[in-house]
């Protein structure tokens, strides 16, 4: 399937002359179009979708609807689900939407029956977690484990420790997870220095079992347990001891298993998952271990069901209901036709302080492209930034620039009816201030503040401009009853799809990241010069030689 140069449809033609005479006028549009919050405002699974405050009327939205017609937004998403080889480059399916398949459904991929083989995974998993949570499976001494760490970067890291933070209420009592991604140091240090190694396990997650980061650090962990057994006394200083200690103490999830057995984890503790996964759509696979071991496979299984019922939403829904879809294409909207360059994701749920953090690896290793996926280069903008913060902090640092900058932000405003947090009466009333900042600041943002409204409040006139709010800022808000398992899945699914149609109408590969290689093989060939070797320093460019020269004479 070649990808279709989306400026040649004529529903490009038509986006472009909407925006050539564009007028915001949220407010308007409210007073013209008593209907506008029941016709722009969607349920997804478990999610209230309000989409009324964005800078969109029928016009745009049915030329949005045009251009992901013409550019076959609906046929790739059918190949997605089919096990299609869409990612060209890599010459692979995309098939992320099979791990969370019921057991039932079946799928070929590539001659394999990869919903059975998902489950039999997901068996393993649970078996493993059902272990570790029973005390059944213990450390060396014979103790239960009460601290699971997870080894991992990107895709086998952010996931993870983006839904352990959010789901924190479900995790079991007396049980703790933690996550090692950075190759500075100070991450495993950190990490390690208070835990007691008898009863600690890791899980070392890395897709292809070669990331610099992933192994250095798996070999400092072992190194420290072991160190950690020896001197508590737990193991003898012997090979033996330690290969035990090792098969006690550490697991791997991987798609590589002949490379776990060589960094000396036994097979028979791995779990593997496969290439037609990216890294950054894997917290639902094998990845998700850690997430499996602290929040229960029943938990785990929910969350995968979340999931579910969002790719069902999207296969199923009739574009003008379709979420995904129609967040996309707003996205498209905001990017290639109103000329903005980042996107805010502002969930107000403390819980979820690392979901910016994981959507921008999602959204902008998928999409941050220069070429579409036949080769040619765009003639168009690709991938916005994404970033974002919980509210209400965000409110006290970055939104003065959404309210009042010169930049167009859109932002995507998520709340949740219920706290997972037990509350107390007093509790109670904070949780109600806390979603009257939510529903102040989407108000705000979309109906602004008048001149004139600043003078009746009795302002000296020459600070009136500066008290001024512009609004027509566009956001959307998501709201569900609570952050549950099943309703992490279905955020997280709505960003995967979200992400797939803005890639899909662009025509470039989402799936692939070539851009990070080039960094990691400088990485690697710049070991001597780091390591002091003059001549090595010496072919490096001028700028990069001397702040390898300064790191040399600054260290102690
Ligand atoms: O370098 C980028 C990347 O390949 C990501 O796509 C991936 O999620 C991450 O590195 C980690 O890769 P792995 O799981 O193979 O260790």
New binding site residues.
Partial sequence: MRPVDPTTTPAWGRLTTLAEGFTPDIAGWFDAQPTRTDDYSFTAGDLYVDLSKNLLTDEVRDALLDLAEQTGVAQLRDAMYAGKHINVTEDRAVAHTALRRPADDALTIDGEDAVAAVHQVLERVYAFARAVRSGEWTGVDGQSITTVVNI?????DLGPVMAYEALKPYVADGFEARFISNIDPTDLGEKTKDLDPTRTLFIV???????LE?LTNARGAKAWLLDALVKAGAIDDTDEAKRDAVAKHFVAVSTALDKVAEFGIDPANAFGFWNWV???YSVDSAVGTALAVALGPEAFAEFLEGFHTMDRHFAETDPAQNVPLLMGLLNVWYRNFLGAPTHAVLPYAQYLHRFPAYLQ?LTM?SNGKRVRADGAEVTYDTGEVFWGEPGTNGQHAFYQLIHQGTQLIPADFIAFATPTWALSDVDADQHELFLGNFFAQTKALAFGKTADEVRAEGTPEHIVSARVFPGNKPTTSIMAPALTPSVLGQLIALYEHITFVQGAVWGIDSFD?WG?ELG?AMAKDLGPAVAGDEAAIAAQDPSTAALVRYYRAHRR
């Fill in positions: 991992g970067i990107g895709g086998s997650a890395s897709k292809t079992f070669t990331t992933t990216g890294g950054r690896q290793e990241q990070v990691k």
